[in-house]
């Protein structure tokens, strides 16, 4: 089996979006492109859980073929590093299980093979998982509600990184905030395999205005696009210069 890059946006917010198209038919086209959309909500301590903000938290992961939680702020560093986790395993699953129609018949799927096979085929799975190369695209959402959760947000990311780097597989993190000053995304912190050096930049974040979702899911849907467009160019450009002989 190849080993491919798993991509997945991971949609931290702690409300409804209000402005702009549905997220949750920008997730399936997200999911249609080979991207996981995972979203985690965040409540405030004193705060029952809002219907309208839990059902399109679970629509949006559904949607984009990830997995959802709801989570009180204190929880929130460890449910960062599961849900990333749960989401690859969930993609891997699916592609394992793909590979099996194509090598025993559609009908067969991981969960119709004898436990011996299938406890085999979860190591292969497991091994996947620690080995694959990793991009996730952090979406904060940072409207006017969420201004006292984004130091603990800072601290769940770095967790997460630290945590990610412990597997063998390559590791890939970006962060963009929402609404963004003029667009409908910032760019926080660009591509890099370490999240530890954001805590210079997230401080500097400010809070404030509607929560576009819909909008901001699409802008970062397009930065895996030209995050691929930027390296296929410079290993042209590479090759141009090793050609000319310099």
């Known amino acids: 089996m190849k080993k491919g890059t798993l991509k997945q946006i991971l949609l931290i917010t702690d409300g409804c979006s209000n402005k702009g198209e549905d997220p949750s038919a920008v997730a399936a086209l997200a999911s249609q492109q080979g991207i996981t959309v995972n979203v985690i ?38 449910t960062v590093q599961t849900v990333t986790k749960q989401a690859m395993t969930q993609t891997l699953q699916g592609v394992v299980n793909q590979e099996l129609k194509q090598i025993l018949g559609p009908k067969e799927s991981l969960e119709e093979l004898p436990p011996e096979q299938r406890g085999e085929v979860m190591e292969v799975v497991e091994d996947l998982g620690e080995t694959c190369d990793l991009e996730v695209l952090v979406l904060v959402d940072t409207s006017a509600s969420m201004h006292n959760k984004l130091p603990t947000v800072q601290e769940s990311l770095i967790d997460l990184s630290v945590s990610m780097n412990a597997r063998i597989g390559r590791n890939r993190f970006a962060i963009y905030s929402f609404p963004g000053k003029k667009k409908d995304i910032d760019k926080v912190f660009d591509w890099s395999p370490r999240l530890e050096s954001i805590s210079s930049v997230f401080p500097k974040l400010t809070s404030g205005g509607i929560t576009p979702t819909g909008p901001a899911l699409k802008e970062a849907m397009y930065q895996f696009g030209k995050k691929s467009l930027k390296r296929s160019f410079l290993r042209r450009d590479e090759s141009n210069i090793e050609e000319a002989g310099y």
């Not at 029952?48 to 929130?76: H, N, Y």
């Open 41 to 78: 909500g965040i409540l405030e301590d004193d705060q029952s859980e809002d219907p309208t903000g839990l059902q399109e938290v679970e629509d949006i992961a559904m949607s984009g073929g990830g997995v959802s939680q709801i989570v009180f702020k204190q929880a929130l560093s460890q």
